[in-house]
């Protein structure tokens, strides 16, 4: 049985700002802007609600610069942001999630099985300008994995992406093709226990100077990486790798504690023991 932690989540990188994790412990998740506007994908920056007030995503930010730049959309400004599609991957609602990432991602991701956990962290904020951290968010149980790779036929991939019709990959796919038809990628449908969390999201990094460094980085706080049994994915955590822990979805699911019934308790180590 294998828990995988998957960074996701829109930061400094992509809408340029990160979301903000508020004194109640509440938070905002927001995904990260859809590359391309060609989606079905209904949720926009201007119509995705922040939990923590009245605003919007659009608000948080005044430019984003969708990556890798095509489609003439270099950066999106003004009136335009408030109309740009989010990538919803993960799909909270829907607990579905799609990954095309290498370094991990597709590796860890393809090989969970039914009962086995996803979990997703992302950079959040505390307002006043306290030091950013990686939070684990939420997560579900695994319930079916596919995948689609770049050998198969037409026919083969829209069977697939057919089956999984809010995965934010099949929203932009068009007759079959991938947006990155190059890319496999791995679509995780899971089931309850999950979603995300309403509040009290648990701090995976610290962040200091490792000695032979120069600079301070992000890494997998030595705590958690003993009580979820870590063993894959490295202490570096600048780049939000794939997360690969020994342990059962059931202890996971304990340890974390269910969506919807967390305390301030339960975003402390000791409560994942």
Not at 85 to 100: I, N, Q, V
Not at 174 to 193: C, F, H, Q, S, W
Not at 225 to 239: Q, T
Request: with cysteine; glycine share 10%; charged share 30%.
């Amino acid at each position: 049985m294998t828990v995988v932690l998957a960074g996701v989540g829109a930061d400094s990188t992509n809408l340029g700002v990160l979301g903000p994790l508020y004194d109640d412990g509440r938070f905002e998740y927001v995904p990260i802007p859809e590359k391309t506007r060609e989606t079905t994908e209904s949720e926009t920056l201007g119509s995705w609600e922040l939990r923590g007030d009245d605003r919007v995503a659009a608000d948080l930010t005044t430019r984003i610069e969708p990556q890798p730049v095509r489609d003439g959309a270099e950066s999106v400004t003004g009136d335009a942001l408030a109309s740009w599609p989010l990538h919803r991957d993960p799909h909270f609602e829907a607990l579905t999630y799609g990954e095309h990432r290498t370094s991990g991602y597709v590796t860890r991701l393809r090989a969970l099985e039914p009962g086995d956990v996803v979990g997703f962290y992302a950079g959040l904020r505390r307002p006043g300008g306290d030091r950013a951290h990686r939070y684990l968010i939420g997560y579900f149980t695994v319930d079916d994995v596919d995948v689609v790779t770049p050998e198969m036929s037409a026919e083969e991939r829209e069977a697939i992406l057919a089956a999984h019709p809010e995965n934010a990959h099949a929203k932009r796919a068009r007759n079959g093709e991938l947006y990155r038809a190059e890319k496999t990628v791995v679509i995780v449908d899971g089931r309850k226990p999950g979603g995300l969390f309403d509040r009290h999201p648990i701090r995976l990094s610290d962040y200091y100077v490792k000695p032979g460094n120069q600079r301070a980085q992000y890494y997998l706080r030595e705590e958690i990486a003993s009580a979820w049994n870590v063993r894959a994915g490295g202490e570096n955590m600048m780049f939000k790798p794939a997360y690969r822990c020994e342990l059962t979805g059931e202890v996971f699911r304990r340890r974390v504690g269910r969506p919807g019934e967390r305390t301030a308790d339960a975003a402390t180590v000791e409560s994942t023991r």
